[in-house]
């Protein structure tokens, strides 16, 4: 399973519980285990880099669309470009 597969099964077994209770909070995962909501991105954020450093998490919004990028389109992280490029 990948890194976040039971954190990423979690969500999904939870989903209507969290859409229920949690809607557009900001939901942390750790190990499988829901771990709390919270009301803006940056305070979840926070919290998990404060009590698991970094990670493995997983942070959701609850009730947001999945994002999907066009076929043609590339991601690549700006961390994996390196100082020099863009």
């Known amino acids: 399973m990948t890194v976040l597969g039971d954190d990423i099964t979690a969500f999904d077994q939870m989903r209507a519980e969290l859409e229920a209770a949690h809607w557009n909070e900001w939901v942390l995962f750790h190990d499988g285990q829901f771990i709390g909501a919270f009301k803006d991105f940056e305070t979840c954020a ?17 009730g947001a669309p999945p994002i999907q990028l066009p076929g043609g389109m590339v991601f690549t992280p700006a961390h994996a470009l390196g100082s020099g490029r863009v």
């Open 46 to 62: 926070a919290d998990a880099v404060e009590h698991f450093d970094l990670g493995p998490y997983l942070i959701r919004q609850v």
